[in-house]
């Protein structure tokens, strides 16, 4: 069982940066592929980036290649998502999402990852 707590969201000018944290409830979270997702009013859950155990190879949405970075730190038992260059359309619930290594599954499809943090609020202003 695995509980995941998003932190770090909050509302920022257009131009600026944020960066998410994702806490997990296991010590050994760096034997899981993770993953950010996010969600806009009214809007279908989307992908934004992931990281996999097997290699720390990192994946982005192509809309976000550029501004957004994912990253782990197993010392500190976190996954984070830096987020800058902020946009309106960066607007939405962010969440973490993980699962046991797993080579069968789409990192890319929400059915891809088997725990869900709560999410947190990213709201970029004009």
């Known amino acids: 069982q695995v509980q995941l707590v998003e932190s770090g969201g909050g509302l920022v000018q257009a131009g600026g940066s944020l960066r998410l944290s994702c806490a997990p409830s296991v010590r050994t979270f760096g034997t899981y592929d993770t993953a950010w997702f996010r969600q806009a009013p009214g809007k279908e859950r989307e992908f934004a980036a992931a990281i996999t155990w097997s290699s720390g190879n990192t994946y982005y949405a192509d809309s976000l290649k550029g501004r957004f970075t994912i990253s782990r730190d197993n010392a500190k038992n976190t996954v984070y998502l830096q987020m800058n260059s902020l946009k309106p359309e960066d607007t939405a619930v962010y969440y973490c999402?993980?699962?046991?290594?797993?080579?069968?599954?789409?990192?890319?499809?929400?059915?891809?990852?088997?725990?869900w943090g709560q999410g947190t609020q990213v709201t970029v202003s004009s």
């Open positions: 999402a993980a699962r046991y290594r797993d080579y069968s599954r789409s990192y890319r499809d929400t059915n891809g990852y088997d725990y």
